[in-house]
């Protein structure tokens, strides 16, 4: 089975999403156009995930609509529902649910918007109680209050965000996949045998694995570089495993790297487009998909 691949749209000198580019994304035969929650509050473009997956989905006809990933902690659980509830209506289904406690807790808008930053996994948690439920347009206790949504939609695959052992419990727990980021193969191989364990101890069936990670698929070395740094500077990863995190070169080599994932565990991956000319490293993410089954 080809592996599923997926991508963000490309933006502006503002940051502004171009969104007609997921059609493009779709004829080139895409899995999913993928939107990130990123919003810091700080003066960092950031546009709102879901209403970006809505202006794709008007735009296409088939391909996935996946939030990659959305963070419950700084969202009502029964407004997450009915956004959900109300882009699988008008989308046809398409929804893919990437979830997880969000990135930047210490940025200006988890304050704005009233979030505890040490309250984050139990929030998340008492969200995946009762979000599948909601969707389907179940009669639900949320924050002491019954309601029911309507009208129900398709519960769409809930992917968990996080390397973490406590992510891959949510995981195992909540979702139908687990969403590791810039993690290598050989660091993935490992941590996919501690997901099966978990499982295992847990009573319950495996999730599918989903690999979110950077590609720069133009010759662009002193981008990589710059990348390579950010994870060390910013991440605190050491160097070698730093510089091992970035998909680059040639469609064959690619495929290589993606080839690698699968091996891995992994059944999809979605990659940020970096280092300019999107529309030409869109093409060649495809082709080096392709190649995987020549």
Do not use: C
């Not at 687990?178 to 290598?184: G, K, T």
Request: avoid cysteine; aromatic fraction near 4%; glycine fraction near 10%.
């Amino acid at each position: 089975m080809a592996m599923r691949i997926s991508t963000t749209l490309p933006t502006n000198e503002a940051g502004v999403p171009d969104v007609a580019m997921a059609r493009h994304l779709e004829e080139l035969g895409y899995d999913a156009v993928s939107m990130p929650d990123v919003v810091a509050g700080d003066g960092t473009p950031a546009f709102d995930a879901t209403l970006v997956l809505a202006a794709a989905a008007a735009a296409t006809d088939r391909i996935g609509l996946e939030f990659g990933v959305l963070s419950l902690p700084t969202r009502p659980t029964a407004w997450v529902a009915t956004q959900v509830q109300t882009l699988q209506h008008l989308s046809g289904g398409r929804v893919v649910l990437g979830v997880g406690i969000g990135g930047f807790p210490d940025a200006p808008f988890w304050r704005a918007v009233g979030v505890p930053v040490q309250a984050r996994g139990r929030r998340t948690d008492a969200a995946l109680d009762v979000l599948p439920g909601l969707i389907r347009g179940e009669r639900v206790v949320v924050e002491g209050a019954e309601i029911t949504l309507a009208p129900g939609a398709p519960v769409p695959p809930i992917l968990i965000g996080g390397n973490s052992e406590a992510a891959m419990r949510r995981a195992v727990l909540y979702g139908d996949g687990w969403a590791p980021s810039l993690i290598s193969p050989e660091d993935l191989a490992a941590k996919a045998v501690r997901l099966r364990e978990i499982a295992d101890e847990l009573g319950r069936p495996v999730p599918r694995v989903s690999v979110g990670g950077h590609a720069f698929l133009t010759d662009d070395p002193a981008a990589v570089a710059s990348f390579v740094r950010s994870l060390v500077d910013v991440h605190g990863m050491a160097p070698d495993a730093a510089a091992n995190i970035p998909v680059t070169g040639s469609p064959a080599r690619v495929a290589e790297r993606l080839a690698a994932y699968a091996e891995a565990g992994a059944e999809s991956i979605g990659l940020g487009l970096d280092g300019g000319d999107w529309r030409r490293q869109a093409e060649r993410l495809s082709e080096a998909r392709r190649a995987m089954t020549a």
